[in-house]
């Protein structure tokens, strides 16, 4: 993991407290008053004081500490926790050390304030101090900016603030539960798991036919072929791996996020849905890319397959920021996708360019299905008349957009986890086997 | 270690402040009332001083991170001169561990920023700090009154040799705070 090492805010090194310099200034006024005065009670209240100033004054450390900081994990799962680690090498005489980290939304720091500290015993010339850390929301935050410094023993002198260096934690959606039965309307490939349309070997059962050479002996139909006088064998479809397009839209974010345990906004459930549904097919051998709408510096995730795939696309997913780019041109954005593809689309369908680019996609001949992102139970956050009635406008113009795309030959479903896309996807895959279906 | 702290009003810094740094606040304030309520049953009773007295206070507790507290240990100091006549009774014993009360307090605010909480561990090692730095106080005292008992002529060598520990100790203190101030 990257560390960071950390500069002092100034170089003044060590310097005597507050409380050295109390003890030592007013035991030295008691004790001149004591003996001008001929007052020995006045010495015996400097003497606690001297004691401790002595004591400090001779426990000036004399190194001069270096700091460094860590996460135990730069990325992470949503609700999972890492370590922040500030290390001091160099640390003897050290007897105190303290770090404030910076708060941030959606970390939740233990404890809550950030500052921590740790006691170093006399024998230990390095000491780490250690922030638990928990990601409540998936994307990219800057953790670990902050201060350290550290007090030598009794007390006497103060070292630093030295300023914390910030690390990135990427914080990865927790895919939402899903699972789909369907079979894909047009597998491509060589491999995988989808029944395709041509024969080959597969467990599927298309037909028992006269056997051909090249059939394999294990598919000899015995019954059959003792019934007739003559060879069959049993035929099967061929299994392929398919395409599968994912189009989040980030353009516009409702509802107030709860992180991981609260209420989730509509672009929560996008994101989390996206990340399951590419969780789901990668794990069955399938290609998956990725398109982000509304973001600016977000590049499109190429098609691919595979374990490591999956981390590039939740990695993008965790890069989303919402209404990065409200001013979408669907018809300048480019969407490399190969015939075949299903073109999945996450949205709340809230703005035109969400529909624009959905519709685009239609039109082009590819399979797209939209996926509702809206939540059913969404915390909006106000409760004035005027605010639920621009809602109610708001809704108003959301179905006239679903019914735009419903009339482009685009099925929405709402997202509710497994079973989501199976009913479409058999749908789909009906349109595509028919006389005249798509290809 | 003020400067860890944030640089924001001492109201702030006392809203933000954990349970644990509260009650050395109080600490403060109610070991300077009671070094007060010394004074004023073992000596001369001056209502102004004491109302000052307890207004220093109140700016110690408020701001232990500053030199508050530092010009409250000074007229404490000052106040027992005045204030108290010259005995080396009981009185003396708990003026000096309400003192050094105060002081210990104001360190172990300062130790970090508000709201952090002191591991157990380094309660516990001021703990034992504090009873021997009180223990020196008792020695002094017992000390004191030994001498106070032989009844003695003022000696002007033992003055002299006091005279001159105390000024190496001046001395010694302001090598050191020179020193580190020029880093």
Redesign the interface.
């Known amino acids: 993991m990257p560390s960071t090492s950390a500069e002092p ?1 100034d ?9 050295l ?13 004591a ?1 001008l ?17 002595a ?1 400090a ?1 001779l426990r ?1 450390p004399r190194g001069t500490p270096t700091v460094r900081s860590r996460l135990g994990t730069d990325t992470l799962r949503e609700g999972d926790g890492t370590t922040l680690e500030v290390s001091l090498d160099g640390a003897s005489g050290v ?2 050390a ?1 770090v ?1 980290v910076a708060s941030r939304r959606w970390l939740a720091a233990d ?1 809550p ?1 950030g ?1 921590v ?3 170093s015993t006399p024998t230990e010339s390095s000491l780490t101090v250690r922030l638990p850390v928990a990601s409540l929301r998936w994307g990219r935050r800057p953790f670990g900016d902050g ?3 550290v ?1 030598s023993g ?2 006497g ?2 070292w ?2 030295v300023r914390l260096g910030a690390h990135t934690l990427t914080t990865l959606p927790i895919p939402g539960r899903f699972d789909s039965a369907a079979a894909f309307p047009h597998p491509i490939g060589l491999v995988g798991s989808h029944p395709s349309r041509r024969r080959g070997d597969g467990y599927e059962f298309e037909s028992i036919r006269a056997f051909r050479p090249g059939d394999r002996l294990r598919r000899v139909q015995w019954p059959v072929s003792l019934r007739t006088g003559e060879l069959h064998v049993t035929s099967t479809h061929a299994e392929e791996d398919a395409g599968i397009l994912l189009v989040v839209d980030g353009g516009v974010e409702v509802g107030a996020s709860g992180g991981l345990p609260g209420a989730a906004s509509s672009l929560d459930v996008a994101v989390r849905a996206a990340g399951a549904v590419a969780e789901h097919h990668l794990s069955r051998g399938d290609r998956v890319g990725l398109r982000v709408l509304g973001s600016v510096r977000h590049e499109p995730v190429p098609m691919s397959a595979g374990r490591m795939h999956l981390r590039r696309v939740l990695g993008a997913l965790a890069r989303v920021v919402p209404g990065e780019n409200r001013d979408l041109d669907p018809e300048h954005a480019r969407f490399r996708v190969s015939a075949g593809t299903v073109v999945v689309v996450f949205s709340a369908m809230l703005s035109q360019a969400s529909v624009a680019a959905t519709t685009m996609l239609a039109s082009r001949g590819l399979d797209v299905v939209v996926v509702d992102c809206l939540p059913g139970d969404l915390d909006l956050g106000g409760s004035e008349p005027q605010f639920a009635l621009a809602w109610r406008m708001r809704l108003l113009e959301r179905r006239a957009l679903l019914a735009r795309a419903e009339r482009a030959g685009i099925p929405v479903v709402a997202w509710r986890g497994p079973g989501t896309l199976d009913e479409v996807m058999r749908r789909l895959r009906r349109r595509a086997v028919a006389p005249g279906g798509r290809r | ?4 702290a944030d640089p924001s009003l001492p109201l702030d810094r006392l809203t ?1 402040s ?1 349970g644990q740094q509260r009650g050395f606040r109080a600490a403060v304030l109610v070991c300077a009332l009671a070094f007060l309520a010394v004074v004023w049953v073992h000596g001369e009773h001056h209502p102004l001083l004491t109302v000052v007295g307890v207004l220093v206070a109140a700016q110690a507790a408020g701001m232990p ?3 508050a ?2 010009v409250l ?2 007229y404490l ?2 106040l ?2 005045v204030a ?1 006549p ?3 009774d009981g009185w ?2 708990l ?3 309400l ?2 009360a105060v ?1 210990l307090a ?2 172990l605010v ?4 508000a ?5 157990p ?2 309660l516990r ?1 001021w703990a034992v ?2 009873a ?3 223990a ?2 008792l ?3 017992l000390a ?1 009154r030994g ?2 008992a032989m009844q003695r002529p ?1 000696s002007g060598v033992v ?1 002299g040799a ?2 001159a520990v ?1 000024l190496a ?2 001395g ?2 302001a090598l ?2 020179a020193r ?2 020029r ?1």
């Open positions: 805010e170089e003044a090194g060590w310097r005597p407290t507050a409380s310099v109390r003890a030592s200034l007013s035991t030295a006024l008691l004790a001149v008053l003996l005065a001929g007052r020995p009670d006045l010495l015996v209240l400097a003497t606690p004081l001297l004691v401790h100033a004591a004054f000036r007897e105190h303290v404030g404890p304030s500052f500290s740790r006691r201060l350290a410094g007090l009794w007390s002198y103060e630093g603030p | 270690m003020r400067s860890l933000l954990s991170e500053t030199n507290p530092l240990l000074v100091g000052l027992w001169l108290t010259d005995r080396l003396t014993l003026a000096a561990a003192l050094f002081h104001c360190t300062s130790h970090g920023p709201g952090l909480r002191l591991d561990r380094l090692s700090r504090g021997i730095c009180l020196a106080g020695l002094v005292w004191g001498v106070a003022s003055l006091a005279l105390v100790w001046c010694l203190v050191r705070l580190s101030h880093g």
